[in-house]
């Protein structure tokens, strides 16, 4: 039986690498509870290089993606600052195992974890295992596959359950969606985070981000593409690809 440490190490060498494992669940059998431990551990590992945390995201908000893997709640993993890339800035592709985007809407929180600004947002999710393929517990332990994400211009909150959303490559829509897809109303990702949060011990602090969930199915990055989201009201984010 390997220890939460160890499986943490392995995920943590997986995505320094680039090289794709097997599900730890092949393994070994794995509680959503010990998933999350080595989520923490993994986030420590982090923390112990320097990085510091700059929030949470929700994965599993589409009603669509919950049905096809077959769950009935959402999922929470943490963000740190080395994740961020800035407005327009460059992912490089060659450093992930397989990676791929979503167009999202994020939160910026306040005291008492109340959202105080939206913004469009670019999530990278890339999943450490082989063929992007794992169980529930094995997404979690690989914090919701959480690589990068970009964040546009800050706004007030206003309506945002109804609002087109579009993935763009080099200026061509790859993806169409609604922040409807995020569950229902990307507003309801403040109570599922807050929830989720006190459930698994993620801290929502003055000044965290919330990654609120993704308003179209991810979509496979390659090198040398400018990647943009459009959400209608909000404005747009964009980052360009690298492959070395
Ligand atoms: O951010 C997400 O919606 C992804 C959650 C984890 C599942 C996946 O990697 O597709
Ligand atoms: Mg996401």
Do not use: C
Not at 129 to 139: C, E, G, H, K, T
């Amino acid at each position: 039986m390997s220890t939460v440490e160890e499986r943490a190490e392995l995920l943590d060498r997986a995505t320094a690498t680039g090289q794709a494992i097997p599900q730890l669940t092949s393994a070994e059998p794995m509680t959503l509870e010990t998933a999350y431990a080595v989520q923490h551990a993994g986030i420590a590992l982090r923390e112990q290089r320097g990085e510091r945390l700059a929030g949470v995201k929700l994965g599993f908000t589409s009603k669509a993606k919950a049905e096809q893997m077959g769950v009935s709640d959402v999922i929470i993993g943490s963000l740190t600052d080395r994740m961020g890339i800035e407005d327009g800035g460059t992912f490089d592709v060659g450093r992930g195992v397989h990676p791929r985007v979503e167009p999202e809407v994020a939160f910026r929180l306040g005291p008492d974890a109340e959202p105080v600004a939206v913004a469009p947002a670019l999530e990278i999710i890339d999943s450490r295992y082989r063929d992007f393929r794992f169980s529930l517990a094995d997404v979690v332990a690989d914090n919701t596959s959480a690589s990068a994400f970009v964040l546009g211009p800050w706004t007030r909150i206003g309506r945002l359950d109804a609002l087109a959303v579009d993935l763009l490559f080099d200026g061509e829509v790859v993806a169409t969606g609604s922040t409807a897809d995020i569950l229902g109303d990307p507003l309801r990702a403040l109570p599922a985070a807050r929830r989720m949060a006190a459930e698994y011990g993620h801290r929502l602090f003055d000044g965290a981000v919330l990654l609120a969930g993704a308003a179209t199915a991810a979509v496979a990055l390659k090198p040398r593409t400018h990647v943009e989201a459009r959400v209608a009201g909000l404005g747009s984010v964009s980052v360009r690809t690298k492959e070395g």
